[in-house]
């Protein structure tokens, strides 16, 4: 069974540019996160997906980050732009069921490592 | 709000000793308790879960923890620790219905040969 996909693996760029991260989930999963994971710290949750529609984004900053996940499938994690605070890993996860199914163990990918200068 | 402390920042034990990682969680309701571990520059792989029933739940890689529900913890622990498990782990929880999965800082386990 293919894991959870992300790209690109690292990335830098300077501060107030902008940047994309692409996750493509495990076949099937129905619920897709980001994360973000800052040196030192476990992940944090960005924004949660049930197929495509938005089930929590209460810690997502809008102003700055902003996801889709068209079609049900892949999504994508914008960042625009870019502050020096946003260097860190992101993380996307992928679980079977809904949103509610809280039993349900998360799948990670290998992550994106951010570096903003 | 929910919560997982790691107290340890880093456990160092020789090889084919038993290892504890220790874990205590806040939440309110029935907890459902995770132990996921990191490889350098990986995602973090699922290594056991506890949702109702035995307390003692065993997992992946000779990995078991034990709930604990009156002094809240979720230790995770091996009977005889390898070098390859030497890697961070981390604790999270969540509650019962819709909930975030709250992570621990993270725990760093160095098994030395």
């Known amino acids: 069974e293919a894991g959870v996909a992300q790209s690109p693996r690292y990335k830098i760029i300077e501060k107030r540019q902008s940047v994309a991260f692409w996750c493509n989930p495990i076949?099937?999963?129905?619920?897709l996160y980001w994360y973000q994971q800052i040196l030192g710290q476990g992940p944090k949750l960005l924004i949660q997906?049930?197929?495509?529609?938005?089930?929590?984004d209460s810690q997502l900053p809008k102003d700055r980050f902003s996801a889709e996940r068209l079609k049900g499938v892949d999504s994508t994690l914008k960042i625009q732009p870019a502050k020096l605070e946003d260097s860190a890993v992101y993380l996307c996860a992928s679980s079977l069921g809904t949103a509610v199914s809280s039993y349900n163990e998360q799948f990670f990918g290998p992550g994106t490592r951010l570096t903003v200068l | 709000a929910q919560s997982v402390a790691q107290p340890e920042d880093q456990v160092n034990v020789a090889e084919g000793n038993p290892l504890t990682v220790k874990c205590t969680y806040s939440v309110s309701g029935n907890p459902y308790l995770f132990w996921y571990v990191q490889y350098p520059n990986r995602g973090l792989q699922f290594l056991l879960k506890y949702i109702t029933g035995d307390n003692l739940v065993k997992g992946s890689y000779g990995f078991e923890a034990e709930f604990n529900k009156s002094q809240t913890s979720f230790h995770l622990k091996k009977p005889s620790a390898l070098v390859s498990d030497s890697a961070l782990y981390f604790c999270a929880v969540r509650r019962g219905g819709y909930s975030t999965l709250t992570f621990g800082k993270g725990t760093m386990l160095l098994v030395s040969p």
């Open positions: 997906f049930q197929n495509n529609g938005v089930v929590d």
């Open positions: 076949s099937g999963h129905a619920t």
